[in-house]
C-alpha cells in the first residue's frame, strides 16, 4: 500500500469549505483505486492565524512543510482582516519561493454543460506552463523622490536558467499531448527582455522537432484565446504573461471558480503545491455553496504529479460527468450545494 503524506492548509474563506470536499474526493478514489492511501496533516495559517499570532505561518513553517509529498492549499485572503499583500506574501509567495516552485501550470478545457461565454467554444482544451520564479514579477527595483519628482522602478528579470527550464518543461509536455506549443511573446514592444525569450525559445525548439511551434505576441494570443482558443494545445509564457493568459482561460471557461493550478518544484529538493486559482470569496464563505470543482481538479493534477494518472482521469471525468448532468452550484447556474456536488463526483468515479 502506497502512502501518500499531504500538508494541507485549507485557509480563508471558502478554502475551508472545499479543500474538506476535495479531500474527500481523494479518499474516494483511494478506496476505488485499492493500493494507496491519503494521510493528511492540516494546519490552520490563514488571516485568523495572522491576527492571533501577527503572521501568516510560523515562523519554521516551511521547515514543517518540507518533508511531506506535497501542499494542498484552498485560498488565501481576507481583506476584512489582513491586506492582501500581507496575506499572500506571508503564506502563499513565501511558500511558491521557499520552496522553488518554479513553474505554475493551469490548464483550461471546455466542460459540456458549464456555460461558456464563447458563442462556439469547440471543445478547446489548452494548459499554461507559466514560469513562476522571476520575470515581471521580480522583488528588483526601488521608489525614490516625492511629489511630482516621484519615480517608481520594477526590474523584470529573465535568466537564461529560468527560461529555459519552462520552454522544456513545456515542449515535453506538448510531447504527451498534441505536439503543438505557442511561445508568448512580446519582443515588438519590449526592448530587451522578450527578444531574450525568444532566443532561447529558438534555440531550444531544435530538441523537439516533432512538436509545431510559433511565437505569438501576448496582445493577440489574448484575442485568439477569445476567438478561436482550440487553435492552442501548450502555450508557455512569462510569469505576467502566464498570469494573464489562465485568468482568460478560466473565463472563457465560464468561471474562474473551477479552475486549477499546480506549483512545480522541478529539482526534488522541497514539495510541489496545488492550490485553485480562485480566491477566498468571503461573501459566500460559510454558506454551503462554493463551488469544489477548482479544488477537486487540482487533487487531480496533484495525482497526475505522483504518476496516478489513471486515478487523475476518473476524478476529472467524473466531474465532467457532473457538471453535464447539470449538478451545479450556483455561482455557473446550478442550484446544488458544495456537498451535493462533492457527493455525485464520489458517487461517479465508485462507479467506474
Known sequence: MKTYHI??????????????????????????????KFEFTEFP???????????????????ILKDYEAVFLGAVGNPRLVEDHVSLWGLLLKIRRGF????NIRPAKYFK???SPLADPKNFDFV????????EYSEVGGRIH??????AIQNAIFTRKGTERAMRYAFELAQKRNRRLTSATKSNGIFHTMPFWDEVFNELKADYPDVAVNSTHIDALS??????????????ASNLFGDILTDIGGAIMGSIGIAPSANINLNGKYPSMFEPVHGSAPDIAGKGIANPIGQIWTAKMMLDHFGETELGGKILEAVEWVIAKGIKTPDIGGTAT?????????GRILEK
Open 100 to 103: 522553488e516552485q518554479v513553474l
Open 45 to 63: 495559517w490563514s488571516c485568523d492565524f495572522y491576527i492571533e499570532h501577527g503572521k501568516m505561518m510560523p515562523d519554521d513553517g516551511l521547515e
Open 113 to 115: 454543460g458549464l456555460n
Open 146 to 151: 516625492k511629489g511630482e519628482d516621484e519615480i
Open 7 to 36: 500538508a494541507v492548509i485549507p485557509g480563508d474563506g471558502i478554502g475551508k469549505e472545499v479543500v474538506p470536499a476535495a479531500v474527500k474526493v481523494l479518499h474516494t478514489a483511494a478506496e476505488l483505486h485499492g493500493g494507496i
Open 223 to 236: 484575442a485568439f484565446l477569445v476567438i478561436k482558443p482550440e487553435l492552442f494545445d501548450v502555450i508557455v
Open 338 to 346: 458544495t456537498a451535493e456536488v462533492t457527493e455525485a463526483v464520489c
Open 128 to 135: 499554461v506552463v507559466r514560469e513562476n520564479s522571476e520575470g
